[in-house]
């Protein structure tokens, strides 16, 4: 497996994205734009991802889990901050990936012939119902 990461700041005045590969898990977190503290927002969703303990459930339950608790943190501050998160899981032995994603940071999956793009993930979707 190849393992690409290229990110841009754009017009923001610092990098609020964000970016954990461990293991077999990739995730990507960018603060919200508009909104203060995205650097600190998208921070808070790695520091929940690291602490992930993964004997204590299924991939896909504890991803969720941890953008919950990243949502919980940054709505406890009231100042609107925000993060987007797209996480996938491999399972390379299975040909598998459990995704979960909230947000407009999206998953895509190439081919290893790289002739096909497909996008894995919808813009703004979000688990929690709103």
Not at 13 to 22: A, H, P, S, T
Not at 117 to 129: C, K, N, V, Y
Request: with cysteine.
């Amino acid at each position: 497996m190849k393992v690409y990461e290229y990110s841009s700041m754009g017009k923001r005045k610092y990098q609020e994205d964000r970016l954990l590969i461990k293991d077999t898990l990739f995730l990507v977190s960018d603060g919200m734009g508009g909104h203060p503290h995205g650097d600190r927002a998208a921070d808070s969703v790695i520091d929940f991802f690291n602490k992930i303990d993964w004997s204590k459930g299924t991939p896909l339950q504890l991803m969720s889990e941890a953008i919950r608790n990243a949502d919980k943190e940054c709505r406890s501050h009231r100042d609107e901050r925000g993060a987007t998160a797209t996480a996938a899981y491999i399972y390379i032995d299975k040909k598998y990936v459990d995704i979960c994603h909230v947000g407009d940071s999206r998953a895509y999956m190439i081919t290893n012939s790289g002739t096909e793009i497909r996008r894995l993930t919808q813009d703004h979707a979000s688990p929690f119902g709103y």
